[in-house]
């Protein structure tokens, strides 16, 4: 495994680790904007819990950076109405 994969590797385990809102969003942000990519990772699911609201959101997408943006998205929206110390937990899961 080369270095620049081991580091995106690293970035996408922080993002999926629990944390607030407004940690994940910024994560997905310095993710994306810091030219890390997971494009050619194929189709995933993926899974947003918040514990607080008891509410879960769910998505499918072509590739994790897709699922990034998809999550992205979502928190957004919630942040409208939530606080961003709400803690929320990611997970992703590759499609059989």
Known sequence: MNAAKSNT???VEEILRPGT???KQEQIDLFISGGHSMLYSGDVAWKMTL???D???KGDAPSLD???SQMR???AEI???TSPDSPVAL???EKP
């Open 91 to 93: 997970a992703v899961k």
């Open 55 to 57: 509410k879960v959101v």
């Open 21 to 23: 809102l407004a940690e």
């Open 66 to 68: 897709e699922a990034f």
């Open 51 to 53: 514990k607080k609201e």
């Open 73 to 75: 998205s979502v928190m």
């Open 79 to 81: 942040l409208k109405h």
């Open 9 to 11: 590797m690293k970035k």
